[in-house]
């Protein structure tokens, strides 16, 4: 059945991804984001389409507005954009979350939280089940985010207890795809982008240090069938992919896929790099029937054909 939609954070790299999916179900969407990071780029396809609003809100404030189902996306998500302004990181995290879920015990809706596998910090656990509480810094650089993320967490389980709300929390670990900021820091785009002006792409350390990444089409499903559960499925659940590249793997296959003449150029590892997450994605099968789909060549090659297209580039 249709419904109408709420998703914060809608302008922004996965929330326009969820909202097109939402959009092809036959849902209605209202679409909140204050353009931080977020870009009316990003759903600039959608502003004539009869089932798609978008209103420019700040989470941080109160919302009052009708709708059936909540997706609660609204947050800069890259060290170099949460870092920026810190305190409102915190702001977004913890007071959109009282905000989104005070909106949803007045209409009595559900809602999800899309927190992230920084809720892990730096881990002692390889790879992360949802079980394992995460070993983080209260007070440093990254806090903003990663505590501001397990806060949020904090309320959604805190409404679930003491109201019975419908809650669905996913972990979200590394998700790449088009729409992503191009420059961000993040090492998907950053090759890509390295690549296609023909610039070196820069290794932080030897290479040989891995990464998992999961393509967007598979997350935004992931989420999609959380948010369908069963009111006493809440979460957390996390959603990532598990297979591991080395950077210098990496940074080949984006070579091969842009071509040109790029090369290779080696950089020392930055002390504060927290060493890699990897989702165990268990519950995710169990619980959802869900496992990433998408072969890193298969998205890498729909996210250089994106930055193509973006950049104008002609390498
Ligand atoms: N992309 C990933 O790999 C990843 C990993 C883990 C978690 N997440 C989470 O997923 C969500 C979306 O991330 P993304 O990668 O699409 O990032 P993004 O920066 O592209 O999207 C976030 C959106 O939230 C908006 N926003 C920020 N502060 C706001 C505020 N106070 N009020 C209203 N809108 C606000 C931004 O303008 C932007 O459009 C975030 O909550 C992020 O923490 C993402």
């Known amino acids: 059945m249709s419904q109408r939609i709420l998703v914060t954070g809608g302008a922004g790299f996965l929330g326009s991804h969820l909202i097109d999916r939402l959009i092809a179900e036959g849902n209605e969407i209202l679409c909140v984001d204050n353009l931080f990071t977020g870009s009316r780029r990003n759903v600039a396809h959608l ?34 954009h949460y870092q920026r302004d810190p305190v409102q990181t915190t702001k977004t995290s913890v007071i959109g979350a009282i905000n989104m879920l005070g909106l949803a015990k007045r209409l009595r809706i559900k809602v999800l939280q899309a927190s992230t596998s920084e809720v892990y ?28 993320k397990r806060a949020a967490e904090t309320l959604f389980f805190d409404y679930r207890r ?46 040989s240090q891995t990464r998992s990444f999961c393509y967007v089409d598979d997350l935004i499903d992931g989420m999609v069938r959380l948010m369908q559960t069963p009111h006493d499925v809440t979460g957390p659940i996390n959603v990532g992919n598990p297979g591991e590249y080395t950077m210098l793997e990496l940074a080949e296959e984006v070579l091969r896929i842009v071509g040109g003449r790029s090369t290779i150029e080696y950089r020392p590892l930055p002390t504060d790099d927290p060493k890699q997450r990897q989702p165990d994605i268990d519950k995710a099968k169990s619980v959802l029937g869900w496992e990433p789909r ?20 002609t390498s």
């Open 47 to 80: 502003l004539d389409h009869p089932r798609f609003e978008f209103l420019r809100h700040d989470v941080s404030f109160p919302l009052y507005v009708e709708v059936d189902q909540i997706y609660n996306l609204a947050c800069p998500a890259s060290p170099i």
């Open 121 to 148: 910090g730096d881990p002692a656990v390889h790879p992360q089940p949802e079980e394992y509480w995460g070993n983080v810094n209260p007070i440093g650089p990254r806090s903003c985010y990663d505590e501001g």
């Open 162 to 207: 003491q109201m019975d709300l419908g809650i669905k929390v996913i972990r979200i670990f590394n998700t790449y795809g088009p729409r992503m900021h191009p420059n961000d820091g993040r090492v998907v785009s950053n090759f890509i982008v390295q690549a296609l002006r023909g610039e070196p792409l820069t290794i932080y350390g030897d290479g």
């Open 294 to 313: 998408v072969a890193l060549a298969d998205g890498l090659e729909r996210t250089v054909e994106y930055f193509r297209e973006t950049l104008g580039a």
